[in-house]
């Protein structure tokens, strides 16, 4: 059995049962999953752990949710790499990709969705729903034929198609919105008033969101039972980069690594760097912007954890880095040129931020750094088809040595 105490208010401390809400009555404030960690710590070890599944259930004492209900499709215990050559390339000795992009459905929402389908089903809910900037959609999709249940997945119109067509081939009913992501999520709220559905992020969001601790679990297990000096993690709402922080100070009070000294860094696109804005100005207030970037699935102008991000932060002594939007695309074929890791976009902005870190004296060449590479890149074509091109030949030998010698050295 799952042993989560209560759920908590986030902002003012108030308890809540153990039911689908997510906002305080009395101040509106996130609710937050807390654990009786005295009984975690009694049946939990590195042995136990190591002897689990091949998937973040390994993980399942910490995590909300009874393992025999599980609504499985694999996600998590993805590769941790050594990256040398893309370590080389911008200037660090001591570099690991987290490549959560080879997920069942290609994005690290696999694993918070695995908890919500999970615990949706728990709460006696037929129908699984979301507000998405794509890579939700899919992965809401998936869970939801797999498990049986009905899904409800609503997108902002403009999406790449791969992130379309990656949610709508599981026949979920998908609902194109012809507005930003911010305005879906506010029509989504509006929905789930009325009507009585597990909107993942939103009514189930409190246990949704412990699904990226296991984002940490594993990177500190792949470390060999330690945390690293340095993360890079993209945002949108901030959630994720939020319980890699927690996920990683639950390991160490539990004793499963040793003391946790990682910055945590926050990476954000040009086009929508509202958390970003808030750390620069020294703040934690969060003013939302109207989002207009090419990484799409970081496209949210007014995000639900930013406060709680720059908290992270400041506990952590880590910062927030932008991309540039010219740079997102050069961070993809970087990291692909280099690592043979297609990322997309949300990649792009995390090695954009990453050498800008390392430019900018943030992270020090021998520094253990683990980049989190969050979502794969067939998803988001657009963004590089113009900048690769094959070299067209006809199928003699004579025409393939002219075509070579027209453009490519050998
Ligand atoms: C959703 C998403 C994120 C950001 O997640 P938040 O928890 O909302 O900050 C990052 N990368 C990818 C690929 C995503 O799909
Ligand atoms: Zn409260």
Redesign the pocket.
């Known amino acids: 059995m799952p042993r989560i105490s209560a759920l908590i208010c986030r902002s003012c401390g108030r308890k809540y049962p153990v039911e689908p809400i997510n906002a305080c009555d009395y101040c509106f404030g996130p609710l937050e999953v807390t654990y009786d960690y005295n009984a975690i710590a009694k049946v939990i070890s590195r042995e136990k752990i190591q002897k689990g599944p091949y998937s973040m259930l390994r993980y399942h004492d910490l995590l909300p949710i009874d393992v025999e209900n599980a609504v499985e499709i694999n996600a998590g215990f993805t590769p941790l790499m050594r990256c040398n050559n893309l370590g080389k390339a911008v200037g660090l000795e001591n570099l690991y990709i987290k490549n959560d992009s080879v997920n069942p459905t290609f994005?690290?929402?696999d694993r918070v969705v695995t908890i919500a389908a999970t615990k949706a089903r728990e709460f006696g809910f037929d129908t699984l729903a979301c507000a998405s900037?794509?890579?939700?959609a899919c992965s809401v999709a998936a869970h939801a034929a797999r498990a049986g249940m009905k899904a409800f997945v609503f997108i902002p119109a403009d999406l790449e198609r791969g992130k379309v067509v990656g949610a709508a081939i599981y026949n979920p009913t998908l609902i194109a919105v012809d507005g930003s992501y911010d305005e879906v999520n506010r029509l989504c709220s509006e929905i789930g008033d009325n009507y009585p559905w597990a909107f993942v992020n939103i009514n189930i969001r409190p246990f949704y969101a412990e699904g990226?601790k296991t984002l940490a679990y594993e990177v500190a297990e792949q470390l060999g039972w330690k945390a690293p000096d340095h993360t890079v993690v993209?945002?949108?709402?901030?959630?994720?980069?939020t319980k890699i922080w927690k996920g990683l100070k639950e390991f160490s009070s539990l004793g499963l690594i040793g003391k946790v000294s990682t910055r945590m860094h926050v990476a954000q696109p040009e086009g929508c760097s509202p958390i970003i804005e808030a750390y620069d100005s020294k703040t934690l207030q969060v003013k939302p912007v109207k989002a207009n970037t090419i990484a799409k699935?970081?496209a949210?102008g007014n995000p639900t954890d930013g406060i709680y991000a720059l908290k992270t932060i400041q506990e952590s002594k880590g910062s927030a880095v932008i991309a540039m939007e010219a740079e997102i695309a050069n961070g993809i074929k970087l990291l692909a040129e280099t690592e043979g890791i297609f990322t997309?976009t949300?990649g792009g902005v995390v090695i954009a931020g990453l050498k800008r870190l390392v430019d900018e004296g943030r992270i020090k060449r021998d520094e253990l750094t683990v980049a989190y590479i969050?979502?794969n890149g067939l998803k988001t074509i657009e963004a590089v088809e113009d900048a690769v091109k094959p070299v067209f030949t006809k199928p003699n030998l004579e025409a393939f040595e002219k075509a070579m010698h027209a453009g490519v050295t050998l």
């Open positions: 994005s690290f929402k900037t794509g890579n939700l990226s993209p945002a949108a709402s901030g959630s994720m980069f699935s970081l949210i997309e949300a969050t979502g």
